[in-house]
Each structure stands twice: as C-alpha cells, then as structure tokens.
C-alpha cells in the first residue's frame, strides 16, 4: 500500500509540477523519472519481497485495505456530499439519512465534552448525554 501511495501522489505531482515547471521551460519529466527510479531501488532494497504495483491507490481503496471500506461506505460517502456541496445536499435531498447525521454530530460534540473534562474543564451533564446516545442505538 505504502509503495501504492507513493505512486499515486508522484501522478498527482506529474499534474501539478510538470505544468508549473514547463512554463519556466524546465523538462520535469526528466527529474521525476530521476527521482521515482532512486526511490524504486531504495524501496525495493528496504522491502525486498513485495511487487511494487504501478497503479493509482483510490481513497476507497486504502480504506478497504485498512478495514474500514465499511465506514467509507456509509459515513464518510455522506460527509462528502457536505463537504463538497453535491446537489443533493445543496437541495436537501440527504434528510432521510438525518438520522445517522444526528448521532455523527451526537457523538462529536461528547468527544469535544469528554476532552474539555479531561483538561479541566467542567460538563456536569456528560453522563445523561452518553446514556441518552446508547438510547439511540437501541
């Protein structure tokens, strides 16, 4: 994965460097296959029993690897449409997943509570606030 990763952030240099470097008339080309190659061996000398796979590592594909294509599935699809204004939640047409939503932003707001008690800081309601969140998974 790691070799995967690697690989996929070198084609996104590739984008945004060889375009900035050929307007200064610079061939990057010439220095990033100079650079990938030194990194090849030093990876390959260090790992010596993987196949180094030349293929684009997609975000999906890292969380399924790491064990949570389930959270990537389900949570992290939906913040997405947030995040980068999809039309569908510009329309509110996300409301019937409120509820996934509401316990998300539940859950994020103790984690804010729990980390403020921790430093000292005072929340005398925290525990109706967890008891009332295991509620909602019954």
């Not at 990194?39 to 260090?46: L, N």
């Not at 890292?62 to 569908?88: E, K, M, N, P, W």
Request: charged share 25%; aromatic share 12%; glycine share 6%.
């Amino acid at each position: 994965m790691l070799y995967r990763i690697a690989y996929s952030e070198r084609l996104e240099d590739r984008k945004w460097i060889g375009f900035a470097t050929r307007r200064q008339g610079i061939d990057y080309a010439v220095q990033d296959k100079k650079n990938w190659d030194e990194f090849t061996q030093a990876y390959s000398a260090h790992f010596p029993g993987y196949t180094l796979v030349e293929q684009k590592l997609s975000l999906r594909d890292a969380a399924v690897i790491a064990g949570i294509g389930d959270y990537y599935d389900s949570h992290y699809r939906l913040y997405c449409q947030f995040t980068y204004a999809a039309f569908r939640a510009v329309t509110q047409s996300l409301n019937e997943l409120e509820t996934h939503d509401n316990r998300t932003m539940a859950l994020c707001v103790l984690v804010g509570l729990e980390t403020a008690v921790s430093i000292g800081g005072s929340a005398p309601d925290i525990d109706v606030l967890r008891k009332r969140l295991n509620e909602l998974d019954q």
